[in-house]
């Protein structure tokens, strides 16, 4: 289906998880679409086996089963989003080139897994738009949205024309705002945050 896409080319397709790691090492790849349930592997267990490889490539998870308890370990492995294989091509597209381009991407079908209660590894809590605009100055919530795009902290300082220090200064304040403790966990509450709220404090 993403090969009538003509801003997708597909180099390769892989049937399990030796297949993948051979495709891998050797193929360059911008995206990688990374089933849960290989025949021969965990696809969670290949997201460092990948990353080792191919450090920049982005990697999202697809799964056809209840994602409970993949969503966080994924995300803390490296992955950069998480599909369901229900989801339309028009969504896994949009999702594609999310990732592409340096953000976060998460399935429609895939709020209540983000929610606390489910499993999910303590995930955090979606927070209130409105709440986050009274917690977070203008200077970290321009920070926290390009971390939520995956960028690290010497980009973030390099965009924003400030010090690497400064960066770690602001994100270090801005975890315990949301009530997390760790970079990826903030990452998955900011991808249910209405922006445009928090953008203009309405």
């Known amino acids: 289906?993403?090969?009538?896409?003509?801003?997708?080319?597909?180099?390769?397709?892989?049937?399990?998880?030796?297949?993948?790691?051979?495709?891998?090492?050797?193929?360059?790849?911008?995206?990688?679409?990374?089933?849960i349930k290989l025949p021969d592997a965990c696809g969670t267990d290949l997201i460092n086996k990948i990353k080792e490889i191919q450090p920049g490539v982005k990697i999202i998870m697809l799964t056809g089963h209840s994602p409970k308890g993949y969503v966080t370990k994924s995300i803390s492995k490296g992955a950069n989003g998480f599909l369901l294989k229900d989801c339309s091509v028009k969504e896994m597209t949009q999702a594609i080139f999310r990732v592409y381009e340096g953000g976060v991407y998460f399935s429609h079908g895939l709020e209540a897994f983000l929610h606390p209660g489910n499993n999910c590894?303590?995930?955090?809590?979606?927070?209130?738009?409105e709440m986050l605009s009274e917690l977070l100055t203008?200077?970290?919530?321009?920070?926290?949205?390009?971390?939520?795009?995956?960028l690290h902290n010497k980009e973030i300082a390099s965009a924003l024309g400030i010090k690497v220090r400064t960066v770690e200064f602001h994100v270090?304040?801005?975890?315990?705002?949301?009530?997390?403790?760790?970079?990826?966990e903030a990452v998955l509450l900011w991808a249910n945050v209405d922006k445009e709220k928090i953008a203009t404090g309405n």
């Open 172 to 184: 270090s304040n801005i975890l315990p705002k949301l009530g997390v403790s760790k970079r990826f």
């Open 138 to 150: 203008p200077k970290e919530i321009e920070i926290m949205e390009l971390v939520s795009r995956g």
């Open 1 to 35: 289906m993403l090969s009538f896409e003509p801003r997708i080319l597909v180099v390769g397709i892989a049937k399990n998880g030796i297949e993948c790691m051979s495709l891998i090492s050797k193929t360059k790849s911008d995206v990688v679409l990374l089933d």
């Open 121 to 129: 590894d303590n995930t955090p809590s979606p927070a209130n738009s």
